[in-house]
């Protein structure tokens, strides 16, 4: 196979009229220096003539644009974080209905976001080489025609936010509101004159990430006084974003909301877990600040910084403030529904729920591993949880996204980071093929779930710039380098990260045998096959089966079976089936094993001990839980850390695939043709699940009734389900609803 030479392709072709400007502050190094968010406003005449009016607007690090005094959209903190350095998104917005006839004014707010992330942490965000200080590029268009653009004559001035952060918090004094300053005719002759700014580095392009919006509300479900001044609110679920509150005071009492995800028995707020170890001492975290106008009940909610939390602590000092409404808005990119699925499971419905919380949790612009501690795009959280997310939502055009942030973020060499975006960590830190498979999960998804090549076609070049790094860092064909199975019951349960990384390394060589067939590429495809070739053969030299007994884990025994890697399969089926009832169906693994053995177990045929492992309800194990009362998935089997992280999350997948069966085949991608192959545990009466396709609505749903079980499939019209119970033959299924019973034996 030929070298690669890697070329990015930025479709955006826009021509630009306006240009960046900026307050005209100067970032000579990585400032620590806090200045309050800008406002930047603009007037311009129009007369309708029946063409639409649009604006084009990239506003860095985070923006919100207001046209006569309201807000453009639902739209939030975006643009969608990228690569700066490499490409920033704008976005469109269609201004008609906000303009009237003469005299119209925008104003975009200005928030640092990831752009100018300055609280201090391990990942070197506030180091990165594109930091600057929040600035905007604009144009505003009639048909084909201009009619005002980012310049000189543009004005600004200091908002009421003070200070913004995104780790952080942000600060809002109230007492620095300016009536009317949006509206047309407002006189902003004692505001500055914008500068002209550097560059953002990046070249615009268009959103192409499902933007983010405060999609449900909560109310408090308790309320604890801790002292005369000082409540605990408990909105009684895990959630990111804010909260949003109606308050009265005098002029200038302030009160301070602090965010967390426990409360300490006495009921005061525990940030231990989530902040101790990354910020420096003094800096605040997930911290909120308001400075009451006075004269009235007053409304806040942050703009440019979100949370994880469930509790909130308020503090304020004056006796005067009075606390009128408190709500938490849950704040995630608005992503279509997909699926659902409910069962006669108590445990396994709770299951579901908490971790399509945790999903969209995490998935504020691109997928992160939790929304509060770090909120960084760790590829190896992504990868895992991928197949979850497009079985209950529909997401690929964010995770597409996502993917070109980490093709920009890749190097020379082919190396990947383990986070995206990066400002520098994560290259030589825990990266490897657990990390790098995001490319591979997500293109093959693309494909299966619906039929969609462009994935593959697009980033084709970067995973074979990515194989040939791995190939250049192999030894003796096998991967020595990568996560392993992180989060493990102890540290016994680890294994050797070698093992699962070579595992992915030949699982990645597989599929982009497909891709190339796909695409045509029979050179690359036979070169591929070749190398897959010695992959497995090193491996099977090395991870023999006189190896495992004495060495192996749970989760190396699966890998074998999960990447099809064992050179006795029977064999070492039966070895981690003994050792899983050995153990009671206790969770002994990590984020790996959570994945490779509930799929591994039920595709050998023993479904009952994968849901035996999915449900109990000692610790280590998802049951345990829910036992305590959990609302999203866990970091730690046993609690500590986060309470909010995705990475355990393809049970909600195991379910779809396994008890109601529904599987997406290659041939036949986009579900003109899929499996349709329940399993039924002894334990479990009924399981009911849709999934809304590219083609149609599937459902699978069975229930059983003494020794039958009622079956019930929908099948859209243009598919084609190959069925597959006990006791019968093969059947396919054309479109339309069918109904079926399975006797069970005595």
């Known amino acids: 196979m030929n070298t690669i030479a890697r070329k990015t392709v930025y479709p955006d072709t826009r021509k630009w009229t306006g240009r960046w400007i900026g307050t005209g502050r100067k970032m000579c190094a990585p400032s620590k220096t806090v200045v309050p968010s800008p406002w930047f406003r603009k007037s311009f005449d129009w007369c309708p003539d029946g063409k639409p009016v649009t604006a084009f607007l990239c506003g860095l690090g985070w923006h919100e644009l207001y046209v006569n005094g309201r807000k453009a959209d639902s739209r939030v903190l975006t643009p969608t974080v990228s690569l700066y350095e490499k490409r920033v998104g704008y976005l469109e917005y269609d201004l008609t209905p906000l303009l009237q006839a003469g005299r119209n004014c925008v104003v975009v707010w200005l928030g640092n976001g990831w752009y100018n992330c300055h609280a201090t942490s391990t990942w070197t965000l506030d180091t990165a080489p594109w930091r600057d200080w929040p600035k905007l590029l604009c144009d505003i268009v009639v048909g084909d025609q201009v009619i005002a653009a980012s310049d000189e004559s543009w004005r600004w001035h200091e908002s009421p936010i003070t200070f913004d952060s995104l780790l952080n918090g942000e600060k809002y004094d109230a007492r620095k509101e300016i009536a009317g300053f949006a509206d047309p005719f407002f006189d902003d002759r004692d505001w500055s004159y914008a500068v002209y700014a550097m560059p953002a580095g990046g070249i615009p392009v268009l959103e192409d990430a499902l933007p983010c919006e405060v999609c449900r509300s909560y109310a408090p479900v308790e309320v604890r006084q801790i002292s005369g001044n000082e409540y605990t609110f408990d909105f009684g679920t895990n959630l990111t974003g804010w909260c949003e509150l109606e308050v009265s005071g005098n002029p200038g009492d302030e009160l301070q909301l602090t965010y967390a995800e426990r409360v300490r028995d006495n009921g005061t707020i525990d940030q231990t877990e989530i902040a101790g170890a990354l910020l420096k001492p003094g800096e605040k975290f997930q911290m909120d600040y308001y400075f009451c106008r006075g004269g009235g009940v007053e409304k806040y909610h942050p703009r440019f910084t979100y949370h994880g939390f469930r509790y909130v602590r308020i503090q304020f000092w004056s006796e005067q403030v009075e606390i009128h409404r408190i709500e938490a808005r849950f704040v995630h990119s608005a992503l279509p529904e997909a699926g659902q699925f409910s069962s006669s499971s108590p445990v396994l419905n709770q299951l579901q729920k908490m971790t399509r919380q945790s999903y969209l949790s995490n998935f504020t612009g691109i997928p992160t591993d939790c929304p509060h501690r770090e909120k960084l795009g760790w590829t190896n959280d992504a990868q895992l949880a991928a197949e979850t997310g497009l079985w209950n939502f529909d997401g690929l055009e964010s ?135 010695l992959v497995r053969h090193a491996f099977q030299e090395k991870y023999h089966a006189g190896y495992l007994p004495e060495h192996g884990t749970l989760t190396a025994l699966a890998a074998m079976l999960y990447f099809d890697l064992a050179i006795d399969s029977e064999a070492t089926f039966a070895e981690l089936l003994e050792r899983i009832r050995r153990v009671e169906h206790k969770a002994f693994f990590g984020i790996l094993g959570a994945k490779f053995i509930p799929r591994v177990l039920a595709e050998g045929g023993a479904v009952d001990d994968a849901y035996r492992i999915l449900t109990q309800e000692q610790c280590p194990g998802w049951g345990y839980w829910v036992k305590c009362g959990a609302t999203t998935l866990w970091e730690q089997w046993n609690g500590t850390a986060s309470r909010n992280h995705i990475m355990f999350g393809d049970v909600s997948a195991w379910c779809y695939r396994y008890l109601g069966g529904i599987a997406p085949q290659w041939d036949g991608a986009g579900f003109q043709q899929f499996q349709l192959k329940p399993c039924f545990p002894n334990s479990l009466t009924s399981f009911q699940a849709e999934y809304r396709s590219c083609r149609g609505r599937i459902r699978s749903e069975w229930k059983r009734c003494g020794s039958r079980i009622e079956c019930r499939f929908e099948v859209p019209d243009t598919s084609v389900a190959e069925l597959s119970l006990p006791g019968r033959d093969l059947t396919m299924l054309s479109g339309g609803i069918h109904e079926f019973t399975v006797v069970e034996e005595s």
């Open 399 to 533: 995770y597409r996204h996502f993917l070109r942030m980490a093709s920009d973020a890749q190097r020379a060499c082919g190396q990947l980071p383990a986070v995206v975006p990066s400002g520098g960590w994560g290259f030589n830190e825990f990266s490897g093929p657990i990390n790098d498979n995001i490319f591979f999960e997500i293109c093959w998804n693309a494909y299966l779930f619906r039929g969609e090549t462009g994935m593959i076609e697009e980033f084709y070049d970067t995973m074979a710039l990515l194989l040939e790094y791995y190939a250049s860092m192999a030894r003796n064909q096998l991967i020595p380098f990568g996560l392993g199975d992180w989060a493990p019951w102890s540290c016994f349960d680890l294994g050797p990260s070698e093992l699962t990384s070579s595992g992915y390394y030949y699982q990645m060589l597989c599929r982009m045998v497909r891709f190339a067939h796909l695409l045509g590429r029979a050179e690359d495809a036979v070169h591929y096959q070749r190398t897959a070739g």
